[in-house]
């Protein structure tokens, strides 16, 4: 009777082949995906038909953009970003305040040399610089929500403070 030799991994082990895969873009198939996405928010944007999902998932897409180039992946400076940040952020207020999409001729020809780096990123960047980014993304955001809910919490008075002073 034969006796396989494979020898059998703990399933805590990373196979080789997923290990690998981190060292590779992302396949094809799913970064054109993400990038479909992308740039269906983008157009709506651009149309002028925008929303605050079109503008947070933006803010979003340049946060990304902007990480991986600060890990090297990048092909536009760093104050392109900032600088197109402030923009989008600009007219995310005056959608809160107004809410009507004012996204200025300068912010959509930046949105569109942006969305193009995120399209290039993807196809090109390895895997683990994109999860790295990712997290770093998810980090951010986790942050900037329980500081909201914070400020929320203490805007709010305290019940048994209103009922003393009666």
Known sequence: MPVSKRSTRSRGTPQPHRTRRLFLPLARSDAEKVILRCRLEFEAIRQGRAD??????????????????????GLLPLPFFYETELMLFDAMEVYMRDGTPVVPGPLVERLVAAVNEYDRQLRETRLQAVIDASRKLDAYIARIKASLA?????????????????
Do not use: C
């Open 150 to 166: 914070e400020r929320t919490s203490s805007a709010e008075p305290d019940p048994e403070e209103t009922d003393a002073g009666d």
């Open 52 to 73: 605050r999902a079109n503008l947070d998932q933006m803010a979003s897409t340049l946060l990304l953009i902007r990480y991986l180039t600060e890990a090297g992946h």
